[in-house]
């Protein structure tokens, strides 16, 4: 089934509010984003617990590094959208499109769980900048600041 242009798909509504999406987006369902919890979240703020299922492990048993700017755009989308008003299927959506991420590694990411912050620290325009870290207990691991773009839905322009 086709989703129409401008309508979030429905693997970014989770029935559940407690998740940061259902299943159904490919990179998500890779990396079991329907599994991740919500901690916390207000607008344009969340804190969200996730896991490290076997098919991102390096031959160390640590996230592969590769897999992380994954983690990171799922969560930055959400981030961008993140409040009350996320699971919200009739509020018009406009795109949301990656410009630049930048990644800093401090320490592993060794599981099961890490837990993920991210905040929203500009809005200008059609931008966004968004940082987020990931804490392996009470060790910050990685930190990533990245840039996202609103595209207007050209169906509704």
């Not at 990179?27 to 607008?43: I, K, N, P, T």
């Not at 590769?66 to 919200?88: C, I, K």
């Not at 837990?115 to 987020?132: K, P």
């Not at 060790?139 to 773009?149: K, P, S």
């Amino acid at each position: 089934m086709d989703t129409p242009v401008g309508k979030p798909k429905p693997a970014f509504t989770p029935l559940d509010p407690s998740r940061v999406i259902g299943r159904g987006h490919p990179a998500g369902d890779f990396l079991e984003a329907y599994d991740w919890r919500v901690l916390d979240e207000d607008e344009g703020r969340i804190r969200i617990e996730a896991h490290l299922p076997p098919q991102v492990l390096n031959p160390r048993r640590h996230l592969f590094g590769g897999f992380t700017g994954t983690y990171v755009d799922l969560v930055v989308l959400t981030t961008v959208r993140s409040g009350p008003s996320r699971a919200d299927l009739s509020i018009p959506r406009d795109w949301l499109m990656t410009t630049n991420m930048r990644l800093d590694y401090l320490a592993p990411i060794t599981g099961p769980t890490f837990t993920i912050d991210s905040q929203v620290e500009y809005r200008g325009g059609r931008s966004r900048l968004v940082s987020t870290r990931f804490y392996q207990g009470d060790t910050l691991a990685v930190i990533a600041m990245t840039t996202v773009l609103q595209v207007p839905d050209p169906a509704t322009t």
